[in-house]
């Protein structure tokens, strides 16, 4: 495995982690915008831009790009969060020319009005379809109030107000501003042909022209760091309820969030954590987890419950403390090593995927400019001590602290909306 | 490319299935008990999903901790899932770790323990995932379809009903392990750097004196009703389709999930360009092929909001019905292409290889050779898929629609 980078003059990123034996090329572009970039004005931007990237450039008709990428037989997507967006495409070696071309040109969209106007449906669908489905906006409304002022409160999605009053000029000017080329890494992973990468890259970005990107990193405002509060989201016909806490946790600048990550597992992990056997085993509630998530300048622990309306509160305080617990009599040896190896073997599971080294290489390059590779995370992970994960606890405890929403049949108690807005 | 398929059969009927991936350090192994949601019996809908947590629940010396905690500790990513025909319990690893795994899956699959003391913590958990599916709409829409469409009860759910999971007791526990966890009918299959003969030679070992007794048939009855609206308080309607196509085992089945995927496979599918790209009328729009050993359906989904509800059922019924006749060589092409792509990075995955070969021998009592399976996508061509669409027209379609109002669904469904 080999990791190769070059830089164009006028700033695009091109890197590449070659592996000999991969019998697939992932390519993906990643653009250094998201939810976190936009204004009010701009709010859902990002994703609807991703989708409009889709709908064709000047030359290239939406149906034509989807026909090269089914011709290709590529299994190609995009994604869009709070600090990305990414277009990728995963194709057998042959077709990386090809496919690299594709997506160069779509980064350069028409974005014309009228298909603007057909995908703007089609993006109040996909809000319709998330509000639906669990956890009934708790995830959104939590990280709104968790972080406060901090560009990271928005949702990426925007509203069906933000989307619907959106003009297409608002669009226009976001992507001339964000899609500049030292905004934007090339990254290919799995069996990459390097050399035909670059010239790609030149032929088809050379010309981009460079724009001065503004600084993203924003001065923390958590409002987490004060007093908990507690949020209602009434949703009486759910069989459910949903419950979203964020608390505080190393950015992705920070060396303990390796640490952080082993922490949440012994935690909260789907299998054999602390929460698994104390609600998930027994029956109590259908999930009750942790993870920990890591941004430019903000970190968290998100913890995600789902149970019987009625057992809601009770569970919430059970959680509460089993991380109460942790931090006062700490963590034993044995379920420390238990999960260190198990996320080490997670690691070189997902590592051997050149199609899931993507979605690692890509961002961690559009975020520190850093590369990192399967072997340089496994000696990180294998590295980590019972004091590392100690130290995580002490400085971001997870109990007594922290933005919990729940979505549900619970009926609103005003008694707990009034104090969560004098917070 | 070179690819080396191992196969062997133990004496109890137990198949063993391998495939080596160089390049690869992991290992998958995957152990499929006839055990499926299709012997759940009457009143008993849920009883495999049970069972199945109820094996993880202690087995020989180990507790439900012990299993769990050698598994993770040694890095192994576990899985257990039910399906109409098996119940499967799963690991990748890094290849020297599978030693660790065997005895363990051994005690699971031959020595349960399916404690009394157990069975309340189980059946809860399989209530509270049944109350979690309550609120996934696409999932219930789905899932009607499927129990409405396949004839009973080759499509009822295999995470249970409440009403039937509320009644299982410890004893309908046992007598299913015993009775459909046997050796005759099961698969293991194991994928990645593998050792096939280390493997063989360990797994007779754990597995070879374990006695056989046959596996039951299922009575097959009827299907359900044409069409159902199932009310939901939603914001989208969500809308479901299915129509007999023939089994993956059949050689036509090729053709079928050719034109199936013209309908509404990738991005540039009939289905995707005229519902999503043309007229917006929705964010999620497909059709699918899916196969049980005996039967098959071709399987279509939307899901939109009310007002535009009726118009996407239309004009899917129209895409459908248009369909043969239409069909053009460079649509087949792309088809084709996705396929075999698709085929050969799965050859990245140790675990969707392991799940590939075992699918294969249930389905076929065989395992095509990856160059067997190109070659079967290469000889499609427009001709061939055409003359099965003509003599399969889609007919006799169920309709399942989920939301806050019905839909219009014309009497008969020439589609």
């Known amino acids: ?423 | 490319m070179k690819q080396t398929l191992h196969s062997a059969t133990l004496d109890n009927g137990i198949v063993l299935l391998g495939e080596d991936l160089p390049g690869l350090e992991s290992v998958a192994v995957a152990f499929h008990t006839p055990a499926g949601a299709v012997h759940d019996g009457p009143g008993r809908c849920g009883l495999a999903t049970l069972s199945g947590e109820m094996m993880l629940r202690g087995a020989g010396d180990r507790t439900s901790r012990d299993i769990v905690e050698v598994l993770e500790g040694s890095g192994i990513q576990w899985a257990q899932s039910v399906s109409t025909s098996h119940s499967s319990f799963a690991g990748a690893m890094v290849a020297r770790q599978l030693p660790i795994a065997l005895p363990i899956y051994a005690d699971i699959l031959r020595r349960p323990r399916l404690p009394d003391d157990e069975l309340e913590n189980a059946r809860q958990m399989v209530l509270q995932n049944l109350a979690g599916t309550e609120d996934d709409p696409a999932h219930r829409a789905m899932s009607a379809l499927r129990q409405l469409h396949y004839p009973h009860p080759l499509g009822m759910p295999s995470e249970g009903i409440s009403a039937d999971v509320e009644a299982i007791g410890v004893d309908d526990v046992r007598t299913f392990v015993r009775a459909h966890g046997v050796p005759r009918g099961m698969i293991i299959a194991v994928a990645g750097r593998i050792d096939w003969d280390d493997f063989v030679t360990r797994v007779e070992a754990l597995f070879g004196d374990w006695g056989t007794d046959d596996a039951s048939a299922v009575a097959i009855g009827n299907r359900g009703e044409r069409i159902r609206f199932v009310p939901h308080d939603s914001q989208q309607t969500h809308i479901a389709l299915a129509w007999s196509v023939p089994p993956y085992r059949h050689d036509e089945s090729y053709e079928a999930s050719a034109a199936l995927s013209v309908l509404g496979g990738g991005s540039s599918s009939r289905l995707f360009s005229e519902v999503r790209e043309r007229r917006g009328l929705c964010y999620s729009v497909s059709a699918g092929y899916h196969t049980l050993r005996d039967y098959a359906s071709a399987i279509c989904y939307s899901g939109t909001s009310a007002a535009r509800a009726q118009e996407t059922l239309d004009v899917m019924l129209a895409e459908i019905d248009r369909l043969p006749g239409t069909i053009e060589e460079a649509e087949l092409d792309r088809v084709k292409s996705r396929a075999k792509s698709a085929l050969v990075m799965q050859q990245e995955s140790s675990a969707a290889r392991a799940a590939w070969i075992a699918r294969q021998w249930y389905h076929l009592g065989t395992v095509r050779s990856l160059a067997e399976e190109l070659a079967r996508y290469d000889r499609l061509n427009v001709a061939s898929v055409e003359g099965w669409l003509a003599a399969n027209r889609p007919a006799g379609l169920t309709i399942v629609s989920l939301g806050k109002e019905p839909l219009e669904v014309p009497r008969e469904v020439s589609a």
């Not at chain 1, 089914?70 to 090809?98: C, K, R």
């Not at chain 1, 294998?382 to 919990?404: F, I, K, M, Q, Y």
């Open chain 1, 1 to 423: 495995m080999k990791f190769l980078h070059e830089r164009l003059p006028n700033g695009l990123d091109v890197i590449a982690e070659v592996t000999d034996t991969a019998l697939s090329t992932s390519i993906g572009f990643f653009v250094k915008t998201g939810a976190r970039d936009e204004t009010d004005a701009e709010w859902g931007v990002s994703h609807f831009l991703e989708h409009m990237v889709f709908k064709g450039t000047n030359d290239l008709s939406a149906d034509e790009i989807n026909r090269r990428f089914d011709w290709m037989g590529a299994s190609a997507n995009a994604f869009t969060s709070e600090e990305d967006t990414a277009y990728h495409a995963a194709v057998l070696p042959e077709q990386q020319i090809e496919a690299t071309a594709l997506l160069a040109r779509m980064m350069r969209p028409a974005l014309r009005e009228d298909d603007f106007d057909t995908e703007k449906l089609v993006i109040l669908e996909e809000i319709r379809m998330y509000d639906d489905q669990p956890p009934f906006g708790a995830d959104d409304r939590c990280r709104a109030t968790f972080f406060g002022h901090h560009p990271l409160a928005r949702s990426v999605l925007g509203t069906v107000e933000s989307i619907e009053r959106m003009p297409v000029e608002v669009m226009r000017d976001y992507h001339r501003r964000r899609y500049s080329p030292a905004n934007i890494v090339l990254c290919a992973t799995g069996a990459v042909d390097f050399e035909a990468l670059v010239s790609s890259a030149r032929e088809w970005c050379g010309h981009w022209e460079p724009l001065a990107i503004p600084p993203r990193r924003a001065p923390l405002d958590l409002r987490a760091s004060h007093a908990p509060t507690l949020e209602l989201i009434t949703r009486p016909t759910s069989t459910l309820e949903y419950a979203v806490k964020m608390s505080r946790g190393p950015a992705g600048d920070d060396d303990d969030r390796f640490a952080a990550k082993l922490l949440a597992a012994i935690l909260g992990d789907t299998s054999g954590s602390r929460l698994y056997w104390a609600m998930v085993d027994t029956g109590r509630a259908e999930q009750a987890s942790c993870h920990h998530q890591d941004f430019l300048d903000a970190g968290m622990f998100a913890t995600q419950l789902s149970c019987d309306p009625e057992d809601a509160e009770e569970l919430l305080g059970m959680i509460d403390e089993v991380y109460r617990g942790a931090a006062e009599q700490g963590l034993d040896r044995r379920e420390f090593e238990q999960n260190r190896n198990k996320l080490a073997g997670r690691w070189v599971l997902l590592g051997e995927r050149p199609r899931r080294r993507l979605f690692d290489v890509g961002p961690e390059w559009a975020h520190s400019g850093d590369y990192r590779s399967v072997a340089d995370d496994l000696r990180t992970i294998e590295n980590l001590s019972l004091e590392d994960v100690h130290r995580v606890l002490a400085r971001w405890p997870l109990h007594g602290t922290g933005s919990t929403v729940l979505a549900g049949p619970l009926p609103l108690d005003p008694s707990l909306e009034t104090a969560s807005e004098a917070q």
